[in-house]
C-alpha cells in the first residue's frame, strides 16, 4: 500500500505568500524525506527528518515531523515562481530500506 | 554533467513489443534503483541493485527485469508490453551506505498502444 499521502493535491498561491504541503502515513518510520519534481523532470532531494527530530530547517523550507500523528508538513516561506513544482513526501519504513512515496502536491506560485 | 541520465526520454511503442530503457549514472554511486509513475503520480519502486543484492518489489511483474552490465548503469528490459506498462519510468541512485538521498534521472515517459 502507498506509505505517504500528501495533502491537498495542489496548492495555488502568490509569490511571496507561505505555502504549507502535508504528508500523512500509516506504520513507523526510520526517517521521512521531501522531494521536488518540476515537471518533465526528475525528483530532487530537499530535505531529510529523522523518526526521532521533530523539526528541521533548511533556507526557506521548514519541515516538522509529528510521529503520534503520523504526519508531517513542508512549509515554505516567501515562495517564488521558481517553486512551481511537485512536492512529495517520502517515507523509510521501519523494517526495511525501501523509500515510498505518496502522489505529491502541485504547487502553483503565480507570479 | 547530468548525473542520472536515462534514455529515451519518450518511448512509444505497441503492445506485444519487447523495450528496454538505459539508464547511467557519473556520481561513482553503487546502489541504483527503477521507479514507476502511474499516472495518479504515485512513485512506486521497482527495483533496487547493488553489485551483489538484487531486490525485487513483489508486485512487479517478471516481464520486467533489470540488467546491469556495470556498476554506473542499470538498464530495465520489458517484454510483451501490455496497455498497464504505460507510464513514467525513472531511475535513481545512491551510496549503499545513504540510501535515503536518491539522485533521479529525468524519467522515460513510455507509451504503449
Known amino acids: 500500500s502507498q506509505q505517504g499521502e500528501e495533502d491537498p493535491q495542489a496548492l495555488s498561491i502568490q509569490e511571496g505568500e507561505n505555502a504549507t504541503m502535508n504528508c500523512s502515513y500509516k506504520?513507523?518510520?526510520?526517517?521521512l524525506q521531501w522531494y521536488r519534481q518540476n515537471s518533465g523532470r526528475g525528483l530532487v532531494h530537499l530535505i531529510l527528518?529523522?523518526?526521532?527530530?521533530r523539526e528541521k530547517h533548511s533556507g526557506r523550507l521548514r519541515v516538522t515531523l509529528d510521529t503520534s500523528k503520523k504526519s508531517s508538513s513542508l512549509l515554505i516561506t516567501a515562495s517564488r515562481a521558481a517553486d512551481t513544482a511537485s512536492y512529495f513526501c517520502a517515507t523509510v519504513p521501519y523494517n526495511n530500506n525501501d523509500m515510498r512515496f505518496g502522489a505529491g502536491t502541485r504547487l502553483t506560485v503565480k507570479p | 554533467d547530468t548525473a542520472v541520465s536515462q534514455t529515451p526520454k519518450y518511448l512509444v511503442t505497441q503492445m506485444g513489443n519487447d523495450k528496454s530503457i538505459k539508464c547511467e549514472q557519473n556520481l561513482g554511486h553503487d546502489t541504483m534503483y527503477w521507479y514507476k509513475q502511474d499516472s495518479k503520480k504515485f512513485l512506486k519502486i521497482m527495483f533496487s541493485?547493488?553489485?551483489?543484492?538484487?531486490?525485487i518489489n513483489e508486485t512487479v511483474p517478471n516481464r520486467f527485469s533489470p540488467k546491469s552490465p556495470d556498476k554506473a548503469h542499470l538498464n530495465l528490459h520489458i517484454n510483451s508490453l501490455e496497455l498497464g506498462d504505460s507510464a513514467v519510468y525513472f531511475c535513481a541512485s545512491s551510496t549503499r551506505d545513504n540510501k535515503n538521498i536518491q539522485y533521479f534521472g529525468a524519467g522515460t515517459r513510455l507509451s504503449v498502444l
Open positions: 541493485y547493488n553489485n551483489k543484492e538484487l531486490i
Open positions: 506504520t513507523s518510520i526510520n526517517n
Open positions: 527528518i529523522r523518526s526521532n527530530e
